[in-house]
T-cell receptor
Framework: GQQLNQSPQSMFIQEGEDVSMNCTSSSIFNTWLWYKQEPGEGPVLLIALYKAGELTSNGRLTAQFGITRKDSFLNISASIPSDVGIYFCARSNTGNQFYFGTGTSLTVIP | NAGVTQTPKFQVLKTGQSMTLQCAQDMNHEYMSWYRQDPGMGLRLIHYSVGAGITDQGEVPNGYNVSRSTTEDFPLRLLSAAPSQTSVYFC?????????????FGEGSWLTVV
């Protein structure tokens, strides 16, 4: 499958720290999406990006669509224990085809 | 506020049995799809549909069947379950509107084949 390069694979951080993760692709796309998945649940959409350079926030979460259209990052500020989960990116072009990153597992240590 | 609803949440099957995972969405999305999620493999597309009456194969279609008789429903059938089909299955619906595409997932179905 056409997986995205997502890094890091896992993170262990102290509560209150900021977190940054990113996804890169060799091709350009017109949509970047970021999801969070908690154990036993389905992926939940956090942020959707549709334009190169777009910077969007959702509470403590901020994501940006890279100006080259080949990458995106997600930042979480002042992490809290409920931020624990797997975060993954998705990209899409026309035709409603989606490709997903393999995820970043986040552990927040109180 | 239902979104994408899939059932059952958990299922144990014996090898060779058949079953259907149900999926419904109430967002009037034209696209629906089924993914399986396995450790280290990420989400892999099984089958998808671009509208009622139209379905197509994804990356890993073998052993699965789908139909799309209505916009809302997109069931996934396991024809003869095999242990390799032990996985977590997600139904999703998506749309394309001007700015771009967005996909929404159901809560998942955990399937074990013994």
């Amino acid at each position: 499958g056409q997986q995205l390069n997502q890094s890091p694979q896992s993170m262990f951080i102290q509560e209150g720290e900021d977190v940054s993760m990113n996804c890169t692709s060799s091709s350009i796309f017109n949509t970047w999406l970021w999801y969070k998945q908690e154990p036993g649940e389905g992926p939940v959409l956090l942020i959707a990006l549709y334009k190169a350079g777009e910077l969007t926030s959702n509470g403590r979460l901020t994501a940006q669509f890279g100006i080259t259209r080949k990458d995106s990052f997600l930042n979480i500020s002042a992490s809290i224990p409920s931020d624990v989960g797997i975060y993954f990116c998705a990209r899409s072009n026309t035709g409603n085809q989606f490709y997903f990153g393999t995820g970043t597992s986040l552990t927040v240590i109180p | 506020n239902a979104g994408v609803t899939q059932t059952p949440k958990f299922q144990v099957l014996k090898t060779g049995q058949s079953m259907t995972l149900q999926c419904a969405q109430d967002m009037n999305h034209e696209y629906m799809s089924w993914y399986r999620q396995d450790p280290g493999m990420g989400l892999r597309l099984i089958h998808y549909s671009v509208g009622a009456g139209i379905t197509d194969q994804g990356e890993v279609p073998n052993g699965y069947n789908v139909s799309r008789s209505t916009t809302e429903d997109f069931p996934l059938r396991l024809l003869s379950a095999a242990p390799s089909q032990t996985s977590v299955y997600f139904c999703a619906s998506s749309y394309s509107r001007g700015r771009g595409n967005t996909i929404y997932f159901g809560e998942g179905s955990w399937l074990t084949v013994v």
